[in-house]
């Protein structure tokens, strides 16, 4: 049985959290095809899906020869996420996966959570666990990773770990990570 490795070489598994699960939402799961490694791209195709042999071959054929892999692991995402929960769900991640990370805009679900006028983004953030702790939400401060994205989907980083909520907004932490902070 050939073994599963993530981007660093580790096993995929349970164990150490790197892998695709059933629980997983739809958009989850396309999202984390879509963050491998490119070279997992055929043993994927091979092991995840239906897709016939002439075809991954075919697959073989397009990464040899130039084809943007992103590409082929849009349709792999595709074609595991349609295997596990439907078509339907698969076509609405893709969607979604786009919006997000071609186009720049924001995924819908993002969670939400109440806030006063004055709480400060950190303990906001860090409360709904979308930091694990204050000292990985100055780190992603320090290195510009929060932002508070605007209407039209620009984004304007955090420069501050003091910062303070002035309005409802979202906010972009790291590169996957969303939340609506809602004034109440």
Same mark, same amino acid.
Request: charged share 25%; glycine share 4%; net charge negative.
């Given at each position: 049985m050939k073994i599963i490795a993530?981007?660093?070489?580790v096993k995929m598994g349970k164990t150490t959290g790197n892998m695709v699960a059933f629980t997983d939402s739809p958009t989850d799961m396309f999202g984390k095809i879509m963050s491998m490694d490119d070279t997992f791209i055929l043993l994927g195709f091979?092991?995840? @899906?239906?897709?016939?042999?002439d075809e991954?071959?075919?697959?073989? @054929?397009?990464?040899? @020869?130039?084809?943007?892999?992103?590409?082929?692991?849009?349709?792999?995402?595709?074609d595991v996420v349609a295997l596990l929960v439907g078509e339907e769900?698969?076509?609405?991640?893709?969607?979604?996966?786009?919006? @997000?990370f071609q186009k720049g805009g924001t995924p819908e679900g993002i969670p939400t959570v109440s806030a006063t006028l004055g709480d400060t983004l950190i303990d906001v953030v860090v409360l709904a666990e979308i930091a694990p702790s204050r000292a990985e939400f100055r780190r992603l401060i320090s290195q510009g990773a929060i932002k508070i994205v605007r209407e039209g989907g620009e984004s304007e980083p955090i420069l501050t770990a003091d910062a303070?909520?002035?309005?409802?907004a979202i906010y972009k932490i790291g590169k996957h990570r969303f939340l609506h902070i809602k004034i109440v």
């Open positions: 993530d981007n660093e070489g091979e092991l995840f @899906t239906l897709v016939p042999d991954i071959a075919e697959v073989a @054929t397009q990464l040899a @020869t130039g084809v943007n892999p992103r590409d082929l692991k849009l349709r792999l995402a595709q769900a698969a076509e609405e991640a893709l969607v979604d996966w786009q919006n @997000t303070k909520i002035n309005a409802s």
